[in-house]
């Protein structure tokens, strides 16, 4: 009885049974899971070191966690690369699952690609689509889109519904941007099948975008399809795809695209269907009135799908600021332009209410005062057609047939 106690004490202290080793990783993963990285990894490190051998793949993933997660990245590697080479079923792979995303996050793609083989190689089922998608995702990032597809079938068809869906978004995204609007619509509702998603819902939404987009396209080149300037497609039909053509292109993105179509429908060669397009690309914009705010019973508008965006041709604009206006729409820089005028109102308001809560009544300061603030919208692009208006106005009201302001008033102003 002797003999058999200090036996047992002696594995205790220098040898500790497989049992043991096992409370040892519960104890390292709760210190782990309560942020006590140090001491997880030193008792993770005395798994390995007492030479466990049903508990070392275990506690050589929990190890890679934990020193991946203290940010000593090569040791857990070299962890991770322990695990793998027991070749357990589930920890073995789930290493290097762990090992191939270490890898790609830091741009790795040879060691990565290969992370992943050998997890497939595992022969889990559990880690196999998440292989395939690692494997499809490397295959896109290095532009073999064919190398691609038969990955991203593996995983869709796979049967972890979540990561199907998953890997579906990430894949539609990707044939989206390739142009690939089809394709991407059968990955979307593949992925629906598997599991809902909402990123799924807004490509499918993307999916009809893109559809409309070609469309609303469709109808504008066939209105300007025909050389010798006869009629092809009603003005109404034509001006209403140029605005929802224009509009959706704008939803995209694509204002480049958005300013190129507004600007095919304004010079299109059919005089209406132009006239159309200018009504609806004003759509909304106030009536100048001369003797103060603009009108307010001026008519709206049609919608963008009537017969017609107005009663007639649209007229020739007025007002000076007409033309920004009609290019901020046109841009998408509407929340620019209001921004820079909202700007200019509040410097010019600043400098000129400064000398009446100051009191001030010097002439000299109070004129230095209105030159600030008459100046404050040159800084701006529209800010000489506003200088430019006013001296034409004020040469008109003196009746005068030569400049009234000198050239580059006021900026030039000494």
Known sequence: MTATSRTSAFAAADEPPETEFGNLCDQARDLAESGHLKRAAQVYARVLEGGSRRH???????????????????????????AMDTGHPEYAPRAGYHLALSYEEDGVVQQAE???????????????????????????????????????????????????????HDYAERLLARGEVDAAAEVVQRGLEADEHPGLRLLLGAVYVERAIGEFGAVVDASRSD???????????????VELLARLLAVRGDADGADRTWELGL?????????????????????????????????????????????????????????YLEAAVAQGSLPVLTGELFSAFDQMYSRLALPLVGDETRAT???????EAVRSPGAYVWGRSLHDDFAERLRLATGSDADVLPAGWPDHEE
């Open 114 to 168: 290969g992370a992943w083989r050998e997890v497939l190689d595992a022969g889990n089922d559990r880690y196999t689509p998440a292989a395939h998608y690692g494997l499809a995702r490397l295959a896109e990032e290095r532009g073999d889109a064919a190398a691609a597809v038969a990955h991203w079938g593996q995983v869709l068809e796979g049967p972890d519904t979540g990561l199907a869906a998953r890997a579906a």
């Open 365 to 371: 300061a109070l004129r230095q005062t209105l030159q």
């Open 56 to 82: 070392r793949a275990r506690a050589a993933l929990g190890l890679a966690v934990v020193r991946h997660d203290m940010g000593d990245i090569g040791a857990a590697r070299e962890a991770d690369r322990i």
């Open 227 to 241: 050389p010798e300037g006869a009629r092809t497609v009603e003005p109404a039909t034509a001006a209403a795809s």
């Open 267 to 323: 010079t299109h060669s059919d005089t209406a269907t132009a006239a159309d397009v200018r009504s609806r690309l004003r759509r909304g914009f106030a009536a100048p009135n001369a003797d103060g705010p603009a009108d307010e019973d001026a008519a709206a508008a049609g919608g963008a799908t009537g017969t017609g965006a107005g009663d007639g041709p649209a007229e020739e604009a007025v007002a000076w600021w007409d033309p």
